[in-house]
């Protein structure tokens, strides 16, 4: 409910809902109803923009007083909201290392600003010394792989561990440190150490933190599309999925990234939405059991791993190149489903025109480089 009233007047009690059946358009529905005082429209206009821009999901009651109704006004209002939101999005990027989760942070990036958002990235992957951004947050000036090897004698797994299980236990530092961004959209980089996600519980733990601090998140876990080039390599990448997956318990995206570099490893077996589907994977236990080094496994335990893959259908993949602003549009349409992002004033609109401008870079033989209008040999 919120009570949109005018200075020194009485207000109106209006009741703001949205429809959660989806419909053919691409905006949310709004219903609004006065269940006390002024039923005029500019009433049921500004409760219905407040509620959108406030950002909740739970009932709340909120009041406000306003000195006219004019666009101005909403405009001025619709930026003090943005600025002073009451819940925080982001989306927490992690995979393998070599999957692309820096460059992945850096374009994102781009991309969200380019279409209006105020975006802060996060580096807390204390070994990223190569970064194509300019973090707004660094793990850095908390603490260094480098001193955590030397003070501890420790390798370079042991000291990300030790980072992580550092950081997590001063996050008041970065509760800090995010306070000073207010009205921006996060995006983490996180460490490419695939344990930390699988079965360490310090990454868990700190996002945990993050969502009781007040934050909306989503997982995004990049993987290597070249993996789909090999049976066994594939089936890896799944139960690595599913792992994180149920490990993090986040929303989660899967990504296959590099979908402009997969051929270079050799034809796909199947159709490329085999593989981003997740589809029927007997097809690809058969090619499996082919697999010299794999049929020393056993064919049992091959089908074992296939059928709880397929037990728990949690896993799918969404293709990207990160040169396609397209398809990094479907990775962003995908997070802002899965966090409950709603869109700013225009965005949607400079999404559409930031499409309509970009160039579309291709395969060799002239084939797109969304990975799902890749073919393979009959």
């Known amino acids: 409910m919120i009570i949109v009233t005018q200075f020194k007047k009485i207000g109106a009690l209006v009741l703001v809902n949205r429809d959660e059946v989806k419909s053919s358009s691409s905006d949310p529905v709004f219903h609004t109803r006065s269940l006390l005082g002024n039923d005029s429209d500019d009433i049921h206009v500004f409760a219905r923009h407040l509620y959108e821009h406030l950002r909740i999901n739970k009932p709340a009651v909120f009041g406000i007083s306003l000195k006219d109704y004019s666009v101005k006004t909403l405009t001025l209002l619709k930026e003090v909201l943005l600025e002073h939101s009451l819940c925080i999005f982001g989306q927490i990027v992690i ?32 070994a990223n010394d190569g970064m194509m951004y300019t973090p707004a947050i660094d793990i850095a000036n908390l603490i260094t792989l480098e001193e955590v090897m030397v003070n501890y004698h ?25 306070n000073h961004f207010k009205g921006h959209y996060f995006i983490f980089d996180c460490p490419g150490q695939v344990e930390l996600y699988t079965h360490h519980n310090s990454v868990k733990n700190i996002t945990e933190k993050l969502v009781g601090f007040g934050m909306h998140l989503c997982a995004i876990n990049l993987i290597d599309s070249h993996y789909c080039s090999d049976p066994g390599k594939f089936i890896s990448t799944l139960l ?112 559409n025109a930031l499409l309509s401008s970009a160039v579309g870079v291709h395969f060799a ?14």
Request: hydrophobic content about 40%; proline content about 5%; some cysteine.
């Open 365 to 378: 033989g002239g084939r797109d480089t969304g990975f799902e209008e890749m073919s393979t040999d009959p």
């Open 95 to 126: 995979g393998p290392p070599g999957s692309g989760k820096t460059t992945y942070c850096h374009e994102m990036s781009q991309f969200l600003q380019q279409i209006g958002r105020k975006v802060a990235v996060v580096n807390i992957d204390p």
């Open 154 to 178: 420790l390798g370079p797994n042991g000291g990300l561990v030790y980072c992580m299980e550092f950081l997590e236990k001063n996050m008041d530092w970065l509760f800090e440190k995010i």
């Open 240 to 351: 690595m999925s599913l792992t994180t997956m149920l490990n993090i318990a986040l929303p989660h995206v899967n990504v296959l990234s590099k979908t402009d570099l997969t051929e270079r490893y050799g034809k796909l077996l199947f159709h490329p939405s085999f593989y981003t589907e997740v589809l029927d994977l007997d097809y690809l236990l058969d090619a499996l059991n082919e697999d010299p080094f794999a049929h020393k496994r056993g064919l049992k335990l091959n089908k074992a791993l296939v059928e709880l893959i397929e037990g728990y259908n949690l896993v799918s993949f969404i293709p990207l190149c990160i040169k396609n602003k397209e398809l990094i549009s479907r990775v962003h349409a995908a997070v802002d489903t899965a966090n409950g992002y709603i869109f700013g004033s225009g965005e949607e609109r400079n999404v």
